[in-house]
């Protein structure tokens, strides 16, 4: 290694670590999404699945707070560090199919600025790890591609594995292998080797405790994700969300690069066959999927995830190797350059908002409904309701309220989301007793009060109002009600919707 690039390496690790410091950093501060605090309830009672996920996050979670404590940075740790590693498969990956340590750099870097790495993995939801996941399936793909030795598919199955622990889109991986081997002449041999097999084999086994849990529960995991893939009327409301939300997952500048490497990938004039195939493989697949599926839902920004890896490596192509005419050079130039201070400055931009909202002079904005800023303070409050009326549980209607409050009020309270007892099925109710006293139940203050209430409690009291403050602005006022005397069961433990 020449000292440049003994220099290009070390710096590339040096801004690897600062980015993953700064999310770190950015962590502690920043309060729960709803999702979070729901999957953190999740890690307390691991299980081979749940009623919307496999069990990835959990596990992740689970170990974050095994370190830091139940906290918004222990929450986070792990997949935040996680980041290390991805990075690392990121820039073997792109070394491998397109040479050279500058590419590799590049696209590693490119990676770790764009929000959906940024935020997504400071944000822990099932794609934290599917990235990661998603990352260690194209670099083992590379390595089958680079050695010609079958056993790199036993580690391939090991990744697609790992990336189905974490999210069901994991599945695509399948069709992406396939296009990919019957593309490309001289890897068709894989197609009747038993050692690709044999990886699908680990794979498999990897996955089975989510099969089993299926089994064991009506296969509600299986029947509500792949559900959604159920086309009713067609529409093309959400089509036109689709490229700006990537536009700012991405970064703009990085988008750009990103779009012209995968067309100087399709016009076959950057790299090998095998690799340009092996990156356009595992991008289109993905993403022609998600612009049909479109068409008749809407698609959220996070599910493009396991495409990173991929866009960000055709985005090095673009920055390194592709040839441009002169003005398209300059774009390239200037993407190239600013890329990373925009993408920094984005990230920091948005955690500022989201935590203060001073940016925007307070006014509200989409990240207030997700984010639990205030969620401390309200849940201080709470308690001090509970308290004054010796409510033995807390009980709120949805799984978010739930779970926030789960996280905010004190260790030990009793909390129990009074519908879709679905979502909890493998974690333990409270003793009956708690449930026969008095109850407090948390909700936005809604026209017409609770009146279902009043047809399963004797007596129900409004005992309070509390706001959730971001600042000066209000973000939600939440009602407090007493409840007294059930007349039946508590909680309501209807099947969920799929199952009915």
């Keep these: 290694m020449s000292p440049s690039e003994a220099r290009l390496v070390r710096n590339t690790a040096v801004t690897i670590l600062a980015l993953v410091a700064l999310r770190l950093m950015a962590a502690a501060w920043t309060p729960l999404t709803f999702d979070e605090a729901y999957y953190w309830l999740w890690s307390k009672h691991l299980a081979g699945g749940y009623y919307d996920h496999p069990p990835g996050v959990a596990v992740v979670i689970r170990l974050g707070t095994m370190i830091a404590g139940d906290t918004e940075l222990g929450v986070r740790l792990v997949s935040i560090l996680l980041a290390l590693p991805m990075s690392w498969a990121v820039y073997r990956t792109a070394a491998i199919l397109f040479g050279g340590r500058r590419v590799a750099a590049t696209a590693t870097i490119l990676l770790n600025i764009t929000l959906t790495a940024a935020i997504g993995t400071l944000i822990v939801t099932p794609d934290a790890p599917l990235l990661v996941a998603s990352s260690f399936v194209l670099f083992y793909l590379a390595k089958v591609l680079e050695t010609g030795r079958g056993a790199w598919w036993l580690a391939v199955g090991a990744a697609v594995g790992a990336a189905l622990l974490s999210k069901y889109t994991a599945l695509f ?33 990897i996955f089975s405790p989510v099969i089993l849990w299926n089994r064991d529960h009506h296969w509600i995991s299986f029947v509500k994700q792949i559900g959604r893939a159920r086309i009713g009327d067609f529409s093309a409301a959400f089509i036109g969300e ?13 988008f750009i690069l990103g779009a012209m490497g995968l067309y100087a990938l399709l016009k076959r004039n950057a790299g090998a066959s095998a690799a340009r195939a092996l990156i356009n493989a595992t991008f289109w697949t993905i993403v022609i999927y998600f612009m049909w599926h479109s068409l008749h839902a809407r698609v959220e920004a996070n599910w493009f995830a396991p495409v990173y890896p991929a866009f960000a490596i055709a985005a090095a192509v673009a920055a390194n190797i592709a040839q441009w005419d002169a003005r398209r050079q300059r774009i390239v130039d200037f993407c190239g350059r600013w890329a990373s201070p925009v993408g920094i400055l984005m990230f920091a931009l948005l955690v500022v908002q989201a935590d203060t909202g001073a940016l925007l002079g307070f006014r509200r904005d989409a990240s207030v409904r997700s984010i639990g800023v205030g969620w401390r303070e309200l849940a201080a409050g709470i308690e001090a309701v509970r308290a004054r009326v010796e409510a033995s549980c807390v009980l709120a209607p949805d799984y978010g309220t739930t779970s926030w409050l789960a996280f905010y009020l004190p260790k030990g309270t009793c909390v129990l989301q009074q519908g879709e007892r679905f979502r909890w099925v493998d974690m333990p109710e409270p003793d009956p007793a708690q449930l026969a006293g008095k109850l407090l139940f948390v909700d936005e203050v809604r026209p017409g009060g609770q009146p279902h209430l009043k047809e399963i409690f004797t007596r129900v009291e409004d005992v309070g109002q509390l706001k959730r403050m971001r600042g000066p602005l209000t973000i939600e006022t939440y009602e407090l009600d007493l409840l007294e005397s059930p007349k039946g069961d508590v909680l309501d433990r209807s099947p969920p919707p799929e199952l009915q």
């Design 173 to 205: 991986f399948g069709p992406v292998i396939l296009i990919w081997l019957g593309s490309v002449p001289k890897l068709r041999r894989w197609l009747i080797s038993p050692w690709s097999y044999l990886g699908g084999f680990v794979a498999l086994a």
């Design 242 to 254: 689709l490229i700006p939300t990537q536009i700012a997952f991405a970064t703009p500048l990085v």
